[in-house]
């Protein structure tokens, strides 16, 4: 176990005096990140829990969510899909807690491309969006 000068507290395994291998970081205001390290960045698969509740399980190349994942949000909402650079990017649904959902492409962490949204009535509006809106 390593705590540095701010609190921060580091448990796991190092190589060349740098996190590798799995480790579990917290945060001192609570947040925690249990995964996989590479030279020093959390990369490949894990779990980080934010102070406000969210949370993401799946994988981060050089400390950026990067790959397939799940962002689940402490409101009820949830995202499961593919991001890159830290937003949603790709292929994905996101649900709320309401029900109401939508299937498709993102970019940026935006509803675009091609995609389906399903209200909680179960009404479908199948189309294309661009940056979170129906074309």
């Known amino acids: 176990s390593f705590q540095y000068a701010n609190g921060d507290q580091y448990q796991g395994e190092w190589k060349n005096n740098k996190q590798e291998g799995h480790g579990t970081f917290t945060y001192l205001n609570g947040e925690t990140y249990v995964g996989e390290w590479k030279s ?5 698969k894990g779990v980080y ?3 406000n509740g969210n949370s993401y399980n799946g994988r981060f190349l050089d400390g950026m969510k990067n790959g ?3 962002f689940s949000y402490s409101n009820g909402n949830k995202f499961v899909g593919d991001f890159m650079d830290d937003n949603f990017h790709g292929m994905g649904t996101f649900t709320y807690k309401n029900g109401t959902s939508y299937i ?3 970019k940026d962490g935006k509803m675009d491309g091609h995609g389906t949204f399903i209200n909680s009535n179960g009404k479908k509006i199948v189309g294309e969006w661009k940056k979170g809106k129906p074309l």
Do not use: A, P, T, W
């Open 40 to 44: 020093g960045k959390i990369s490949g």
């Open 49 to 51: 829990s934010y102070q």
């Open 68 to 70: 397939s994942g799940i």
């Open 104 to 106: 498709g492409e993102f």
